[in-house]
């Protein structure tokens, strides 16, 4: 069911951990499955020198978070910005369809740590999209309107 790509990075994740002085922090969390991801990066210069994470989740999302780190290390802000869910299910040489939303996840995370940078920089922060893989939320969101 998974490539090998993925149980490489399931078995040994690289940048499990927590930097302690991190210039940014992005805290993310599925509503349906309940697993949570945490990214740090580390930037100088506009460029990202470090990235760890802290994921409580399924072996895709930890693969994911793995892959989405070593993805956005020496990537400027603004490229790491379009690291997408894709292309990080892409470097793990695809993930089954109903394990895509892990590796949403780790586009949210990465979004998130580099807007919470860009906040402590006094910079506005990026629109996060709201693309179609975004629909878990929004449907939690339309459920809870729909309850009150
Ligand atoms: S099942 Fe929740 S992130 Fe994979």
Same mark, same amino acid.
């Given at each position: 069911m998974y490539s090998q790509k993925v149980m490489e990075h399931f078995m040994k994740p690289r940048n499990?951990?927590?930097?302690?002085?991190?210039d940014g922090v992005g805290e993310v969390g599925n509503p349906v499955c309940g697993d949570? %991801?945490?990214i740090y990066i580390k930037v100088k210069d506009n460029r990202i020198v470090d990235a760890k994470f802290m994921t409580f989740g399924?072996?895709?999302a930890i693969a994911s978070s793995s892959m989405a780190t070593e993805l956005i290390k020496g990537k400027t802000v603004d490229e790491?910005?379009?690291v997408s869910n894709a292309s990080v299910a892409e470097a793990l040489?695809?993930?089954?369809?109903? #394990? %895509?939303h892990c590796s949403v996840l780790a586009?949210?995370?990465?979004? #998130?740590?580099?807007n919470d940078y860009? #906040?402590?920089q006094g910079l506005e922060p990026w629109a996060e999209e709201r693309g179609a893989h975004h629909a878990l939320h929004t449907?939690?969101?339309?459920?809870q309107e729909t309850r009150s």
């Amino acid at each position: 069911m998974y490539s090998q790509k993925v149980m490489e990075h399931f078995m040994k994740p690289r940048n499990v951990g927590v930097i302690e002085d991190a210039d940014g922090v992005g805290e993310v969390g599925n509503p349906v499955c309940g697993d949570i %991801m945490k990214i740090y990066i580390k930037v100088k210069d506009n460029r990202i020198v470090d990235a760890k994470f802290m994921t409580f989740g399924c072996g895709a999302a930890i693969a994911s978070s793995s892959m989405a780190t070593e993805l956005i290390k020496g990537k400027t802000v603004d490229e790491a910005w379009e690291v997408s869910n894709a292309s990080v299910a892409e470097a793990l040489e695809g993930l089954p369809p109903i #394990k %895509m939303h892990c590796s949403v996840l780790a586009e949210e995370g990465i979004h #998130k740590a580099i807007n919470d940078y860009r #906040k402590k920089q006094g910079l506005e922060p990026w629109a996060e999209e709201r693309g179609a893989h975004h629909a878990l939320h929004t449907g939690a969101a339309e459920t809870q309107e729909t309850r009150s």
